[in-house]
Nanobody, 114 residues
Framework: QVQLVESGGGLVQPGGSLRLSCKAKGTIFSITPMGWYRQHPGKQRELVAV???????NYHDSVKGRFTISGDNANNTVYLQMNSLEPEDTAVYYC????????WGQGTRVTVSS
């Protein structure tokens, strides 16, 4: 099990940008795909972006062209660059492996509002 710590959330106006970080306390990014998830109030957590160990990425249709996931294996950190933010992006964001049963971090809250 690897502890994951998300950061970088906050309040931003529509059209703004944020960069989320996910720091792993241990080696995980080089051995498994990593994803960014989000959870809207009262809804299930959903996968919005994933980066595979070969560097390939996939995105949920709702964030394609706006969000970019990237990884820094040397520093055990995964990032989510979020541009052109919309109110619908308001959620708590988490990172984790979609393939391993690893504990969830505390998440980082993103609020998009004017």
């Amino acid at each position: 099990q690897v502890q994951l710590v998300e950061s970088g959330g906050g309040l931003v106006q529509p059209g703004g940008s944020l960069r989320l970080s996910c720091k792993a306390k241990g080696t995980i990014f080089s051995i498994t795909p990593m994803g960014w998830y989000r959870q809207h109030p009262g809804k299930q957590r959903e996968l919005v972006a994933v980066i595979f160990t070969n560097g390939h990425t996939n995105y949920h249709d709702s964030v394609k062209g706006r969000f970019t996931i990237s990884g820094d294996n040397a520093n055990n950190t995964v990032y989510l660059q979020m541009n052109s933010l919309e109110p619908e992006d308001t959620a708590v964001y988490y990172c984790n492996s979609p393939e391993l049963s690893n504990p969830w971090g505390q998440g980082t809250r993103v609020t998009v509002s004017s």
